[in-house]
């Protein structure tokens, strides 16, 4: 299997939260495995995860 880089890009145009917050959230699964960032989503507490 080839290594592949792949870009994701995700965007709301209604979120009822601050950028700052939801980068703190975004912070936490970049650059990080789709299995690994999907745990550190579900195991954190804060709302904007």
Not at 3 to 23: C, E, F, M, Q
């Amino acid at each position: 299997m080839k290594n592949r880089d792949v870009i994701v890009k995700a965007g709301s145009r209604v979120l009822k939260s601050t950028p700052r917050k939801l980068n703190l959230a975004a912070d936490l699964v970049r650059n990080k495995k789709v299995s690994f960032a999907n745990i550190q989503l579900r195991f954190c507490e804060k709302k904007s995860c």
